[in-house]
């Protein structure tokens, strides 16, 4: 994050503590306690606005998407376009039509690996994958490269978690096809820099996929910009509902790109022996698509732009600096990741706790975090660690919490003293 931006997001309008009123979810008793909800990396919270607009699709025009002539169907095909072109200028696009919707970040990948890479992939060609990606961004490529015989090249990390320009260009060949990264680590919480990453990998004339799951929620994409050829999220991520996600890429790469999965609304003429198909975005999204789900994924678009995505960040980064510095006067906490304030991420282990026990601490306190390996088993090895505990915040979360995190930690350290 370079210093104006950082500058921007510690001078912009406070958030307003009432938005936690927005969050059904948030007035939840855990264990009796109120409900201390960091993991938020794994999913976040739902916004009344999201739950609204999804409830309103399928009590007043709930009907399908193209296929009908009539004003209801018609209503519901706009509502659902709206969202294609709510995401193209969230995400700095230059064409709604880049916008394909899939079932998640997962999904957006798997297309790349199967109709794009697939193609391009030859004996002997190498493909560059983070060394710390989710399984997500790691497993697809590292199977492609075992069916073509080509060879899975690991970008390292430096210390922070983050592939920089330079470990980049270290592994890059002329053999390199493709290079697959994250925009933000969902263990570290490293943010990479994906203008310069995609430079690099057209330089050697590869292409650059970004796995934006996490960053799109702590750092919004300008993939226009940043020249990158395809970028995938989650609608679940950034407040909106789960079983929906987009992958954006270039027009012209989505349109050397076969389909992968046939069916209703992706076809253009079905002959005896053979089909056309439909360009794209359409091409791709084969079947009665999830409509509530991207109708809902356009209403959280829309509430991250009224409360300010500037004001959000700042949150996250004072929460997480708090929680990260109050962890840090126990002695039994080892913090693997404690600069990266700016994602949200706290990852870290109580010594002589496993992160399973700690996490059952930290429930009968009200508290949710994630403990494991994360999907990120590359991760886990690089930090040397089986499994790790992450506490996520979201703006949405308050100092209470946090200071509740660090308190439940304390006693998970007093858990190990009664054992020992
Ligand atoms: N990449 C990263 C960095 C993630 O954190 C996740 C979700 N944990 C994914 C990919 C996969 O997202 P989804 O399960 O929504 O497809």
């Known amino acids: 994050m370079n210093e104006d931006k950082l500058k921007e997001i510690l001078t912009c309008k406070s958030i307003d503590p009432a938005v936690r ?48 002539v009539d004003s209801i169907a018609y209503k519901a ?22 916008i394909v919707f899939t079932s998640g970040a997962t999904a957006g990948l798997n297309l790349v690996c199967h109709s794009f890479a697939a193609a391009r992939l030859q004996p002997g060609d190498e493909l560059v994958v983070g060394a710390t990606e989710h399984h997500a961004n790691y497993v697809p490529w590292q199977q492609l490269c075992k069916q073509k015989g080509a060879r899975l090249v690991l970008a390292p990390n430096n210390e922070r978690g983050e592939v920089t320009p330079e470990l980049l260009e270290s592994v890059m060949t002329d053999k390199t096809r493709l290079v697959a990264v994250c925009h933000m680590s969902n263990v570290m919480g490293a943010v990479n820099d994906l203008k310069a990453l995609a430079a690099i990998a057209h330089r ?23 020249d990158v050829d395809f970028y995938a999220f989650s609608a679940h991520k950034i407040y909106g509902p789960t079983g929906v996600g987009v992958l954006y890429g270039k027009y012209d790469l989505l349109e050397s790109m076969p389909p992968m ?4 609304e992706m076809i253009d003429v079905v002959d005896v022996a053979d089909t056309t198909f439909r360009d794209p975005p359409y091409r791709f999204e084969g079947g009665t698509p999830p409509i509530a789900e991207v109708i809902g994924l356009g209403a959280a678009l829309d509430y991250i732009n009224s409360l300010g995505y500037c004001c959000m960040q700042q949150k996250t980064l004072q929460l997480c600096k708090r929680a990260v510095r109050g962890l840090q ?8 990741n404690p600069d990266n304030y700016f994602s949200g991420i706290v990852s870290f282990n109580v010594k002589g706790v496993h992160p399973h026990d700690a996490a059952s601490i930290y429930d009968r306190e009200g508290i949710q975090v994630r403990a494991g390996h994360h999907c990120a088993q590359p991760a886990m090895r690089w930090l040397r660690q089986n499994a790790t505990l992450r506490a996520s915040f979201a703006f949405y979360n308050n100092e209470e919490e946090a200071d509740r995190l660090v308190t439940a930690t304390k006693k998970a350290g007093d858990f190990l003293d009664v054992f020992f």
């Open 21 to 68: 009123l927005d969050f059904p979810m948030l007035a939840v008793k855990s264990h009796g306690q109120p409900f201390a909800y960091l993991n938020n990396a794994a999913t976040s919270l739902k916004p009344k606005p999201v739950l609204e607009a999804m409830a309103r699709y399928y009590q007043e025009y709930g009907s399908s998407v193209f296929r009908g």
């Open 77 to 98: 095909t706009q509502a659902f376009e709206a969202t294609r072109y709510k995401v193209k200028d969230f995400i700095g696009a230059k064409q709604a039509e880049s």
């Open 204 to 226: 050697h004339g590869a292409y650059l996929v970004a796995d934006g799951a996490q960053g799109i929620v702590h750092e919004r994409p300008e993939v226009a910009d940043w």
């Open 261 to 264: 999965i046939y069916g209703g």
């Open 329 to 336: 006067q126990n002695p039994n906490v080892e913090i693997y």
